[in-house]
């Protein structure tokens, strides 16, 4: 499997950012996908999580109410709207498929993509 993020950047406090996950080598439409991200010095935080059809997801409680998650199956993408962006949102932020809801993740890592919120 291959993942690749896109879409992180520099923002000021309040922003936005939209980031996106490629998928390919897998059957895409039969996977749980996360996003997760990790700032240094510290292990790797789970974000947000969505279910094959998109029916169930997960948020943190840190982003609850300000990030979206999202999926096209036709397009093996999944997306992470970021609304409200804090600075304490600064991180790389990674995503991955699951082996089950509670699972851990599928896969080996993408390169992420940083996200750098100002104040």
């Known amino acids: 499997a291959q993942l690749v993020e896109s879409g992180g950047g520099l923002v000021q406090a309040g922003g936005s950012l939209r980031l996106s996950c490629t998928a390919s080598g897998i059957t895409f439409n039969s996977k749980l996908m996360a996003w997760y991200r990790q700032t240094a010095g510290k292990p790797r935080e789970l974000v947000a999580k969505?279910?094959?059809?998109?029916?169930?997801?997960y948020y943190a409680d840190s982003v609850k109410g300000r990030f979206t998650i999202s999926r096209d199956n036709a397009k093996s993408t999944t997306d992470l709207q970021m609304n409200s962006l804090k600075p304490e949102d600064t991180a790389v932020y990674y995503c991955?498929?699951?082996?089950?809801?509670?699972?851990?993740?599928?896969?080996?890592w993408g390169q992420g993509t940083q996200v750098t919120v100002s104040s």
């Open positions: 969505i279910s094959q059809g998109s029916t169930l997801k």
């Open positions: 991955n498929a699951l082996n089950s809801w509670n699972g851990s993740p599928l896969g080996s």
